[in-house]
């Protein structure tokens, strides 16, 4: 891959981290995986099902945990209805709940005196 100088809003350190973090993951584990989605959510009507109870959840609770479930399982749901360009929408989406997630936690690094509007780690949910 070239280098290329692209604009962004994401810090490069953030880029370094995660071409780093790739890296060495396709270094430690070339074998990357067995199958997509395994056996037991095989059948179209499991990952629905699945969604479906992440979706109440994020209602419910407004956790990054249930957000991000929610977005995994439409990356899966598009990959059984193959429609590989909205999964890779769905992948990118949960990337960015993933990057709220580490500036949340470097927020809280830097302040670490919870504050009274500070979202907590477990909720009473």
Not at 15 to 39: C, G, M, Q, W, Y
Not at 71 to 94: C, G, L, P, W
Not at 104 to 118: A, G, V
């Amino acid at each position: 891959m070239a280098n290329k100088i692209i604009e962004t809003n994401l810090p490069s350190y953030i880029i370094v981290e995660i071409d780093r973090h790739l890296t060495k993951a396709e270094t430690k584990h070339p074998f990357f995986a067995s199958s997509i989605i395994p056996l037991k959510l095989c059948n179209p009507e499991s990952i629905k099902t699945m969604l479906e109870l992440s979706r109440i959840d994020c209602e419910r609770t407004k956790s990054v945990y249930d957000i991000l479930m929610e977005e995994i399982y439409e990356t899966f749901e598009a990959i059984q209805n193959n429609d590989f360009k909205n999964a890779r929408y769905e992948i990118y989406d949960s990337i960015a709940v993933l990057l709220r997630l580490d500036k949340l936690l470097q927020e809280k690094r830097r302040n670490e005196d919870f504050k009274k509007n500070d979202i907590p780690l477990c909720g009473n949910n």
